[in-house]
Structures are given as structure tokens and as C-alpha cells.
């Protein structure tokens, strides 16, 4: 009899998963169609390229979305068995609120992680793909931004000719031992500086121990100065901005190749913020299937959907605000980015353990 009702309640628990992991998934598709269409309005392409590059993004959206499909699906199926009485027989063969609730929140635990093992590899090399082609298709093709073994280097298009830097990018807002190669029209090296380090938060460079050297018909003249500026396209905020959609970096790569991206010159405090936040999703994943239990538990009463499905939206919300408030928090480290990963998941998961215990008096 165990057997007949967890499989009744796996069964019916994951069928409403999936239709609601679906229409997000259309409803993304929908949305997006239109953002890259307008992105290939001037490109000579078919239909075809911007339908394709969004089927291939939205999956990697969904995944982030994840917390709130796990809360609309329990709500939608606890407040189903409810309203057609299932919920009262379920409890006269001995299944308390508790064990239906634990029953989805393992469910949806183990969940997080077949996703972060099975589908966040295939969603990051689908994002891999989209982020190619878009980057192709991109009218700042000409302004390149890259990390390699060797560093930072950014290539630029300037009014007179073109400049390539190279640097290393140790510090917030700086950059260290800064090259930077000049060249004429005709692709003719004219000037080559030399800077320990340049402050970079603006796109008003300034450079600090600065050694020049002007080059003309092969001969060189040599200037040192304590500091100059140099405008630039990019900033602190626009470089990293490059190298920080993890969509495209998969958990599996993530726990198995971190020191590699760090030699990469990918920036520590983005990778781990993207590694907790994956971490946690399977924990978080738990907290929202415990809070929609806390409401749709909350009578045993057929009661008015409407209601209950706008205190839901009302609770996702909430818990949206909280998580985006506790990594701005993170990133302008007012406190620790580890912490205000985990935080919300803190917050979320002490009201709803203390709400738990009140249901399953129910």
C-alpha cells in the first residue's frame, strides 16, 4: 500500500513539474523570440538562426528559475490533492502533513542535483554556442576583450589607427604590468608604453611608473613620467562583465576545473559566487517546496485558488528581493559573498521549519 501511494504522489508531483517547467519554457521562448530578432534585424540571416539561438538559451534560464517552477509546483499539486479530497485520504491511511511534505521536498532535493550533474553541462555548452554565434553576429566584433595563459589583452579601433593591451588583472579596479602597442593606419607600430599598474574603474584610464617609447623609422626615443591617462572603451566593471556568464561554465567544470579558470584570469569572487549559488540550489529547491506546503497546507478546506495563487506570486517575490538584496550586499562586501549566497536559503529555511511544525499539528 506505501508503495501504491509514494509512487501516486512521486508520479502526479513530477508529471506537474514538467508542465510547468514547460511553460515557462514556452513562455521564455516567446519572450525572447523577439529580443533576437531585433538583435538580427540587420543581419542577413534566416528565421531560423534567432529561433534556434533562443531554444538553446532558455534551458540555461530555466535552470536559474528553478526555485520558483519547484514552489508553483507544489503549491499547484498540494493544493490539487487537497481540493479533490485525496489530501483527507491520504491522512486517514496515516500520512501526515509532514510526510507528504518530506515526501516532495526530497523529491525536489534530489531534483537539484540530477539537474546540476545531468542537465547543467548540456545547458552550458548550449549557452557556449549561443554566446559564439551571438559574439559573431556582434557590431563590437572589432573590440575584442580576452584571457588567455599570458593575461588580459584587449584589442581597440581608434580614430588614427589601433591599440592592443596586454596586462594581468590582479586587483579590483586595476590592472598590473600594463603594455600597450599603438599602431598606425597601416597596422605600423608607432609607440609602445609601459606601466606597473593602471586604474581602471572608469573608462579614463590612469597609468602610473609610465616608460614610452616613440618609434619613428625604426629608431626609438625613450620618456619615463609618473602618470598619464589614456580613454578607453572599456572599464573595470565592462571587462569582467565578459567573463562572468557562468551560464556557460557547468558545475561538473566548475568543481573540476576551478584553478584552471583562475589561471584563465577568470575573477575569483565570480566563481565562487557562481559555484555556491549552484551548490545551494538543491537547498534551496527544498526551502520553496517547504514554503508552498506552509500555504497550500495551511486548511484542509477546498479553498479560492486566486487567493493563494496571488500570495504565492506575493511570497516569490519576497524571497526574489531577499536573494538579489543579499548579493548586492555580497558584491560591495558588506558582507562576505559566500554568506550572502547562502543567506536567503538561512532566512527562508528558519520560517519555514518553524511553519512546518505548525501544519503538521493540523
Not at 30 to 57: A, R, W
Not at 219 to 231: D, R
Amino acid at each position: 500500500m506505501n508503495n501504491i501511494i509514494i509512487n501516486y504522489l512521486l508520479k502526479g508531483y513530477l508529471k506537474t513539474f514538467l508542465k510547468i517547467t514547460l511553460l515557462f519554457y514556452c513562455f521564455g521562448i516567446i519572450l525572447n523570440l523577439f529580443e533576437e530578432i531585433e538583435f538580427f534585424k540587420d543581419s542577413d540571416v534566416s528565421f531560423f538562426t534567432p529561433l534556434l539561438l533562443t531554444s538553446l538559451y532558455i534551458p540555461s534560464l530555466v535552470i536559474q528559475l528553478l526555485p520558483f517552477i519547484i514552489f508553483i509546483t507544489s503549491l499547484t499539486f498540494i493544493t490539487q490533492i487537497r481540493n479533490n479530497k485525496n489530501l483527507l485520504t491520504l491522512k486517514i491511511l496515516g500520512y501526515s502533513n509532514f510526510k507528504i511534505f518530506f515526501i516532495f521536498g526530497i523529491t525536489s532535493f534530489l531534483l537539484g542535483w540530477l539537474i546540476l550533474f545531468l542537465m547543467n553541462p548540456v545547458t552550458s555548452i548550449m549557452s557556449k554556442y549561443y554566446e559564439k554565434t551571438k559574439g559573431y553576429y556582434s557590431k563590437d566584433i572589432d573590440h575584442l576583450a580576452t584571457y588567455n595563459k599570458n593575461g588580459l589583452w584587449i584589442k581597440e579601433n581608434l580614430i588614427n589607427g589601433q591599440r592592443i593591451i596586454s596586462a594581468s588583472n590582479d586587483e579590483v579596479n586595476k590592472l598590473k604590468d600594463l603594455i600597450i602597442y599603438n599602431f598606425d593606419k597601416n597596422y605600423l607600430l608607432k609607440e609602445k608604453i609601459f606601466s606597473k599598474s593602471a586604474y581602471i574603474k572608469k573608462n579614463e584610464w590612469t597609468l602610473e611608473d609610465v616608460v614610452i617609447l616613440n618609434i619613428n623609422n625604426g629608431l626609438s626615443e625613450k620618456v619615463e613620467i609618473n602618470e598619464m591617462t589614456i580613454t578607453s572603451i572599456y572599464n573595470y566593471e565592462k571587462i569582467t562583465s565578459l567573463f562572468k556568464n557562468f551560464d556557460t561554465l557547468s558545475f561538473v567544470d566548475l568543481i573540476l576545473n576551478y584553478k584552471d579558470f583562475l589561471k584563465k584570469g577568470y575573477n575569483k569572487l565570480f566563481l565562487d559566487q557562481s559555484l555556491h549559488s549552484m551548490l545551494s540550489m538543491p537547498f534551496f529547491l527544498f526551502i520553496m517546496t517547504s514554503l508552498a506546503a506552509i500555504m497550500a497546507f495551511s486548511t484542509l478546506k477546498k479553498s479560492n485558488n486566486v487567493k493563494l495563487i496571488i500570495l504565492g506570486i506575493i511570497a516569490c517575490v519576497v524571497v526574489f528581493y531577499l536573494k538579489d538584496l543579499s548579493l548586492a550586499l555580497g558584491k560591495t562586501n558588506r558582507i562576505p559573498l559566500i554568506l550572502a549566497t547562502w543567506m536567503p536559503i538561512l532566512i527562508v529555511g528558519i520560517f519555514s521549519s518553524i511553519g512546518i511544525l505548525q501544519i503538521n499539528e493540523k
